[in-house]
């Protein structure tokens, strides 16, 4: 302030050059706060406009998912139906066809999956239908039909102890079942117990010749009633041979 009420002209014009500049400082420095507070509510705050857009958007995009699941379904229910005609008339690769064309249209309906575990073991390929069982599961864990296909699948391929847990798992889920896993699990044992026997009918039919199995121990093992009809023919076979290969006066019985 003194410059400016200095009596020397040149002091008083550098006086307002620099007032002049300080102002021009403070006005720039104003607009750069206003445009970083303009710029900041921009980005926290957006228009109410476009947060509706927004919602509406997402609104729209969830009706149309709806109702192409809802058509998905339809197609699917409808492959399902076509794969169960070709089921029931014996053509089980026709029925393997639609349940997979359903499948696409809708990768989640653990029916189809059943349905095809089922044709599959039809046609013997019980490896695939464990993995359609094991889809049907991702599906719903507690889906007994699922299990019900791996005991059987488990069970011809002789995977025993798998095929048991397959079906104990059934009365977990649903204790109402346990008369029928009971059946289940009878079968097992006595699918068990058959190959069990078998293999010790190849064992004796391929040992016959060469062991110390007497002809009397050889009927004695036929006159059990419970013997499965290999190990029937299995020894026949054997007293077959015995025969051929003995002397007429040989040939006593002991």
């Known amino acids: 302030m003194d410059e400016m009420n200095s009596d020397d002209p040149v002091v008083q014009q550098k006086a307002v050059l620099k007032t002049e500049k300080r102002l021009l400082l403070t006005e720039e420095d104003q607009e750069e706060d206003d445009c970083r507070t303009t710029l900041n509510k921009t980005m926290i705050s957006p228009p109410q406009t476009t947060m509706k857009a927004f919602l509406a958007s997402v609104e729209k995009d969830a009706k149309e998912r709806a109702k192409r699941r809802r058509e998905n379904e339809v197609l699917a229910d409808a492959l399902k ?27 989640d309906m653990k029916v189809l999956y059943t349905n095809r575990a089922q044709a599959y073991m039809k046609l013997e390929d019980y490896e695939k239908a464990l993995v359609d069982c094991e889809w049907a599961l991702k599906c719903d864990e507690k889906c007994t039909k699922a299990y019900f296909h791996m005991g059987k699948a488990n069970l011809a391929l002789k995977n025993y102890s798998v095929s048991r847990e397959c079906y104990k798992k059934i009365v977990e889920i649903n204790p109402k079942l346990q008369t029928q896993v009971k ?72």
């Open 81 to 107: 139906e076509k794969g169960n005609e070709a089921f029931a008339k014996g053509d089980y690769e026709t029925a393997i066809l639609r349940y997979s064309e359903g499948l696409e249209k809708l990768k």
């Open 183 to 254: 059946d289940y699990l009878n079968q097992v044992d006595l699918q068990e117990k058959a190959d069990r026997q078998e293999k010790e009918a190849h064992a004796l039919l391929d040992s016959g010749k060469n062991t110390a199995v007497t002809t009397k121990n050889l009927l004695e093992t036929l006159s059990k009633p419970d013997q499965i009809p290999l190990f029937y023919a299995g020894g026949i076979e054997i007293l077959t041979e015995i025969i051929k290969e003995c002397k007429p006066a040989m040939c006593v019985i002991s």
